[in-house]
Protein backbone atom coordinates (compact mmCIF):
# COMPACT_ATOMS: atom_id res chain seq x y z
CA UNK A 1 0.00 0.00 0.00
CA UNK A 2 1.56 3.65 -1.32
CA UNK A 3 1.47 5.80 1.83
CA UNK A 4 2.34 9.73 1.81
CA UNK A 5 4.22 11.35 4.83
CA UNK A 6 3.08 14.76 5.01
CA UNK A 7 4.46 17.84 7.65
CA UNK A 8 3.04 17.44 11.32
CA UNK A 9 3.67 13.36 10.98
CA UNK A 10 0.12 12.91 9.09
CA UNK A 11 -0.11 9.95 6.78
CA UNK A 12 -2.36 9.99 3.44
CA UNK A 13 -3.13 6.54 1.68
CA UNK A 14 -5.88 4.56 -0.37
CA UNK A 15 -8.56 3.55 2.05
CA UNK A 16 -9.17 0.08 2.23
CA UNK A 17 -12.30 -2.18 2.62
CA UNK A 18 -11.45 -2.20 6.58
CA UNK A 19 -11.95 1.26 6.67
CA UNK A 20 -15.43 1.63 5.70
CA UNK A 21 -16.70 1.77 9.00
CA UNK A 22 -14.35 5.15 9.91
CA UNK A 23 -15.55 6.13 6.16
CA UNK A 24 -19.54 5.92 7.02
CA UNK A 25 -18.56 7.42 10.34
CA UNK A 26 -17.16 10.48 9.11
CA UNK A 27 -19.63 10.94 6.43
CA UNK A 28 -22.79 11.00 8.25
CA UNK A 29 -20.69 13.51 10.92
CA UNK A 30 -19.63 15.45 7.84
CA UNK A 31 -23.08 16.01 7.14
CA UNK A 32 -24.39 16.92 10.22
CA UNK A 33 -21.47 19.56 10.17
CA UNK A 34 -21.68 21.02 6.64
CA UNK A 35 -25.24 21.58 6.16
CA UNK A 36 -26.87 20.55 9.52
CA UNK A 37 -28.77 16.61 7.86
CA UNK A 38 -29.22 13.38 9.18
CA UNK A 39 -28.16 11.07 7.05
CA UNK A 40 -29.96 7.34 6.13
CA UNK A 41 -26.84 4.83 7.27
CA UNK A 42 -28.27 2.44 5.08
CA UNK A 43 -27.68 4.32 2.10
CA UNK A 44 -24.56 5.97 3.28
CA UNK A 45 -22.67 2.26 4.10
CA UNK A 46 -24.32 1.57 0.25
CA UNK A 47 -22.63 4.57 -1.17
CA UNK A 48 -18.89 3.88 1.15
CA UNK A 49 -19.09 0.42 -0.01
CA UNK A 50 -19.63 0.87 -3.45
CA UNK A 51 -16.47 2.65 -4.05
CA UNK A 52 -14.89 -0.70 -3.10
CA UNK A 53 -17.10 -2.72 -4.79
CA UNK A 54 -17.13 -0.54 -8.18
CA UNK A 55 -12.86 1.24 -7.82
CA UNK A 56 -14.39 3.27 -11.22
CA UNK A 57 -16.76 5.30 -8.78
CA UNK A 58 -14.76 6.88 -6.20
CA UNK A 59 -11.13 6.78 -4.95
CA UNK A 60 -10.90 7.07 -0.96
CA UNK A 61 -7.87 8.21 0.88
CA UNK A 62 -7.25 8.23 4.61
CA UNK A 63 -5.18 10.15 6.60
CA UNK A 64 -3.45 9.19 9.74
CA UNK A 65 -1.94 10.77 12.60
CA UNK A 66 0.92 10.65 14.31
CA UNK A 67 -0.02 8.41 16.61
CA UNK A 68 -1.80 6.37 13.76
CA UNK A 69 -5.22 6.58 14.34
CA UNK A 70 -7.44 7.68 11.31
CA UNK A 71 -8.24 11.12 11.65
CA UNK A 72 -9.34 12.16 8.18
CA UNK A 73 -10.95 10.90 5.27
CA UNK A 74 -11.36 12.40 1.63
CA UNK A 75 -12.55 11.30 -1.75
CA UNK A 76 -12.66 12.27 -5.58
CA UNK A 77 -15.43 11.12 -8.24
CA UNK A 78 -14.28 11.65 -12.17
CA UNK A 79 -16.37 13.45 -14.84
CA UNK A 80 -15.49 12.86 -18.44
CA UNK A 81 -15.70 15.83 -20.47
CA UNK A 82 -16.67 16.19 -24.57
CA UNK A 83 -15.27 19.43 -24.77
CA UNK A 84 -11.64 18.18 -23.60
CA UNK A 85 -11.62 14.94 -23.96
CA UNK A 86 -10.23 14.14 -20.05
CA UNK A 87 -11.91 13.61 -16.37
CA UNK A 88 -12.42 16.68 -14.18
CA UNK A 89 -11.74 15.20 -10.75
CA UNK A 90 -14.58 16.11 -8.28
CA UNK A 91 -13.64 16.35 -4.05
CA UNK A 92 -17.00 14.35 -3.43
CA UNK A 93 -15.91 14.85 0.85
CA UNK A 94 -13.42 15.79 2.96
CA UNK A 95 -13.82 15.34 6.68
CA UNK A 96 -11.42 16.25 9.76
CA UNK A 97 -11.75 15.42 13.37
CA UNK A 98 -12.69 17.96 15.48
CA UNK A 99 -9.37 17.89 17.44
CA UNK A 100 -7.25 17.44 14.11
CA UNK A 101 -8.41 20.93 12.63
CA UNK A 102 -6.83 23.87 12.71
CA UNK A 103 -3.32 22.23 11.93
CA UNK A 104 -3.03 22.61 8.48
CA UNK A 105 -4.60 18.95 7.18
CA UNK A 106 -6.86 20.37 4.98
CA UNK A 107 -4.81 22.03 3.10
CA UNK A 108 -2.30 18.75 2.97
CA UNK A 109 -5.35 17.04 1.87
CA UNK A 110 -5.89 19.21 -1.29
CA UNK A 111 -2.89 19.28 -2.05
CA UNK A 112 -2.11 15.65 -2.39
CA UNK A 113 -5.42 15.63 -4.37
CA UNK A 114 -4.67 18.65 -6.50
CA UNK A 115 -0.60 16.54 -7.01
CA UNK A 116 -3.03 13.16 -7.70
CA UNK A 117 -5.42 14.68 -10.25
CA UNK A 118 -2.85 16.63 -11.61
CA UNK A 119 -0.04 13.03 -12.01
CA UNK A 120 -3.31 11.44 -13.72
CA UNK A 121 -3.23 13.99 -16.09
CA UNK A 122 -6.87 15.69 -15.22
CA UNK A 123 -8.35 18.65 -16.34
CA UNK A 124 -9.38 20.16 -12.70
CA UNK A 125 -9.62 19.54 -9.27
CA UNK A 126 -13.22 20.32 -8.38
CA UNK A 127 -15.39 20.71 -5.46
CA UNK A 128 -18.40 21.84 -4.24
CA UNK A 129 -19.69 23.37 -1.01
CA UNK A 130 -23.15 24.41 0.40
CA UNK A 131 -23.41 27.88 0.14
CA UNK A 132 -24.13 28.31 3.68
CA UNK A 133 -20.89 26.64 4.76
CA UNK A 134 -19.32 29.97 4.63
CA UNK A 135 -16.12 28.20 6.76
CA UNK A 136 -15.41 25.68 4.27
CA UNK A 137 -15.77 28.17 1.17
CA UNK A 138 -13.01 30.53 3.09
CA UNK A 139 -10.50 27.46 3.83
CA UNK A 140 -10.95 26.46 -0.44
CA UNK A 141 -10.15 29.62 -1.60
CA UNK A 142 -7.28 29.70 0.58
CA UNK A 143 -6.28 26.32 -0.46
CA UNK A 144 -6.65 27.93 -4.38
CA UNK A 145 -9.93 27.30 -5.49
CA UNK A 146 -11.99 29.85 -7.01
CA UNK A 147 -16.20 30.22 -7.90
CA UNK A 148 -16.99 28.51 -11.13
CA UNK A 149 -18.47 29.96 -13.77
CA UNK A 150 -21.30 27.03 -13.76
CA UNK A 151 -24.31 26.82 -11.89
CA UNK A 152 -25.08 23.38 -10.47
CA UNK A 153 -28.95 22.73 -10.74
CA UNK A 154 -30.86 19.91 -9.74
CA UNK A 155 -33.44 17.43 -10.41
CA UNK A 156 -35.33 15.21 -7.94
CA UNK A 157 -35.65 11.84 -9.24
CA UNK A 158 -36.54 9.88 -6.29
CA UNK A 159 -40.02 10.29 -3.92
CA UNK A 160 -39.36 12.53 -0.79
CA UNK A 161 -36.68 14.13 -2.38
CA UNK A 162 -38.62 16.58 -4.67
CA UNK A 163 -39.50 20.41 -3.62
Known sequence: MSETLLSGGYTIRRAVPDDVDTLIAFTLQE???AEGIELDVAAVRHGV???FDNPARATC????GPEGRVVA???VVTEWSNFHGGE???VQSLYIVPEHRGRGLVDRLLDHLWSAARAAGALDLRLYAHRSNEKALRVYKRCGFTASPYLILTRATRKGQEP
Open 88 to 90: YWW
Open 49 to 51: RGA
Open 31 to 33: AQE
Open 61 to 64: WIAE
Open 73 to 75: STS
